[in-house]
């Protein structure tokens, strides 16, 4: 199969919201237990910061990324008219 100008566009996308999306993961898990120390100086709902991210901070930060992928991927779908046909 050939691979068409749309096509490619549309996979440059994806790459795009990938990447991006799993810089945000990578912030989240890592870098922020990286400086978990320097984050519990300041406090959240009564916790340390750093407790809290990790806690239920990264957990919702994940949910939300999910959702953004699912909304994003629909949103790139009918832009490039790629996908299922209902």
């Known amino acids: 199969m050939k691979l068409t100008e749309q096509h490619r566009a549309y996979w440059r996308s994806n790459l795009l919201l990938t990447f991006s ?3 945000v993961w ?5 870098v ?13 709902m009564s916790f ?3 407790f809290y991210i ?4 990264s957990q919702i930060t994940f ?11 629909n949103y790139l779908d009918r832009k490039y008219q790629i996908g299922e046909k209902r």
Do not use: K, T
Not at 26 to 30: G, I, P, Q
């Open 54 to 57: 990790f806690a239920q901070g």
């Open 48 to 50: 340390p910061l750093g």
């Open 63 to 73: 949910v939300i990324l999910i959702g953004i992928y699912v909304l994003a991927m």
């Open 32 to 44: 922020a237990g990286y400086y978990a120390d320097e984050l519990n100086r300041f406090s959240f």
């Open 26 to 30: 990578f912030l989240v898990s890592f």
């Open 21 to 23: 999306l799993l810089s």
